[in-house]
């Protein structure tokens, strides 16, 4: 019996649905909570080709929501593993993995020959970077979030609005799994429906799940869903960028203490605090780079400076690099 048979008993599957499952190149970003159930079930569905990028190694920490892993791989690149356990569980799979993290330099050679992109990385500056290239290439993009016991799954871009569209600011808070926590099954039921949008989408399904929002709420055992077809792109948005990229007259601006960040982003930035930026003395008319660890900071601080007159502003999401 066919691996796929159950799947393919499905009328809106079939023996022609497989088939263009096998055909389809998916773009996958980070192996982590979300990834290791997306990674699954594409593979498990019959996915021909999955490109995986995820700059991690796996620790124990991992193991109560990153179900892919096991105790053998801790300390193993991520997308080692993932190829390891993936391949085992389907050999036809054709996997290419790249130890490497998403950035603004990257995403226009990762993005090539695919045809659906599926974010799992758990920070705003690849969802956003992701999204902008997305839509500029008309790909479907399948993206995610998850905090604590709540969650939310949404098909962006190709023939729908961008992310932006449906959240044209960032949050409030930085929040992370790793700084606020989150329940592993949670994580799980989110990256099952990423995985399912992104094979209905493949498969193209209707109703489309490009354009649809589900939030799951399990603190009150709620599940929502709502239609954004209707949502607009935001003129001039705020985009991310990295270090490669800056542009040698910028004024680069490290919103971050010294306590936080001994080392400047970059050699030629200035450190400075976001209060004390509107009497820092920057130039409006010159090309301006904010940046901090997650964006949260840098984004506030340019929506404050755009209302000063600055039009060239740019974000940079540093992370824990430095």
Known sequence: MSRYARQMILPEVGAAGQARLARAHVLVIGAGGLGAPVLQYLAGAGIGRITLLDPDTVEESNLHRQVLFSMADIGQPKVSAARKHLLAANPGLTLHTHVDALSATNVQRYLASVDLVVDAADSFATSYI????????????????????????????STAPSLRALFPELPESAASCASAGVMGPMVGVIGALQAQMALKTLLQHSPSPLGRLIQIEMTDMSLSSFDFHMACEPENPLRFT?????????????????????????????????????????????????????????????????????????????????
């Open 242 to 322: 990295s270090p490669e990229l800056i542009q040698t007259q910028a004024q680069v601006i490290d919103l971050r203490p010294i306590e936080e960040a001994p080392q400047p982003a970059t050699p030629s930035a200035r450190r400075i605090l976001p209060e004390d930026l509107a009497t820092a003395g920057l130039v409006p008319e010159h090309a301006t780079v904010l940046c901090c660890r997650s964006g949260v900071r840098a984004w506030r601080a340019a929506r404050s400076l755009r209302a000063q007159g600055f039009e060239k502003l740019e974000i940079l999401a540093l992370g824990d690099q430095t």
């Open 130 to 157: 992701l999204s902008d290239a997305c839509l500029d290439h008309g790909l479907p993009f399948i993206s995610a979030s998850v905090l604590a016991q709540r969650g939310y799954v949404g098909g962006f871009c």
